[in-house]
């Protein structure tokens, strides 16, 4: 018996020589590292070992575990640790029947994939630019095709450009302790050319709407999927554009002018706007092939004749047109030569209504048969 005694004696002793594998007087995790990788994941806390101070035997430590914020990690008596939430928070050993203590900092570490907003396909046009986030915020952005899309990284950001009609792959990636976390979209980027035309225009750069006459300038996407297309033309008053329907607008010559644009903008989902536009020229009168004819002219600069009355007027007035040749196209605008109001007629004598107009000067023409009547109106 005092022999097993001394051989278990000489065991416990010769513990003294190999301290180092102990955690003395501190914390340790079970894979030495002051991390657990993700949350909802788990990792052993080992309670701090000590030793006596005459043999140097070593011992476990009784007591137990705090943490101070059990929003990011919860901790058992055993030392099982669980990640609640990413963040970094102070866990404690309290040795019991004295007031040693001792701690360490463990953090939980993201391991998420990165996650983009929205579908996990988006569309967008050839030239267009969308800008990506991810969250975790990712800080490598990468393309499967750089034919179709590219993708220039920011802090947190990846800034994709429609190169050519096709699909991509943009992958974003972030690295920690723990690994790299991926995460992808696709992307389809869609070529939308718009063209437009016009009906009843000269053949020859620039186009030429005659004085007069009535042309219907077309805009519309050759190919692709699109919301709406919405016109605009350079002069201000040099054509009036009614909208007929959606890619139509009908142009009719109000004033001279050279080189005038009208441009049909197609306003895409695809985070784009494309447009094309066309040049005219209504300073003087053309053939169809657009060949200058003898009589350069315009319409008849402003003929006498129409009678408005009330003139001064409150709300609705009326228009009485000394001629019409078949139909009449009557059109308001204010000082600035801005349309404001229009009406076709067949008949000489017609009613608009100004009560919604604000107080001030108008012009009235009156286009029929080539001629071109105006008459000042005040709205009071």
Known sequence: MKKLLLLVLVCLIAHKGYTTDYNIRSLRTSTGAPYICGVGKYLTMIKPYDRTPVTGVVFLMRGHFFSYDTNIIRIADDGMMLGKRTGTTKITFYQEGTSFSCYANITVVDTTAPRMP???????????????TST????????????IAVVGAGASTGTVSGIADGSATITCKYSNVCGSFHGAKNIHVHAIPVSISCSSCGTVFPRVIKPGSD????????AGPFDTGVFSESGGHIFFLDAVDIGYEHARYISAGSNQVITYTLKSRYHCHVSASMTFNTS??????GNEG?????????????KV???PGKSVITIEIPEIFETAQVIITDISGKVTGTSNTTEKTVAMDMSQYPAGNYIINVFTGGKKYSEKVVKE
């Open 215 to 222: 042309a219907y300038v077309i805009g519309r996407p050759i």
């Open 118 to 132: 929205g579908s996990s396909d988006t569309d967008i046009c050839v030239g267009a630019r969308l800008v990506l």
């Open 309 to 311: 009355s009330p003139n």
């Open 294 to 306: 003898e009589n350069s002219t315009a319409l008849a600069e402003n003929l006498t004749g129409l």
């Open 284 to 289: 003087a009168h053309r053939d169809a092939n």
């Open 136 to 147: 975790p915020a990712a800080n490598i952005w990468t393309s499967s095709n750089t034919a």
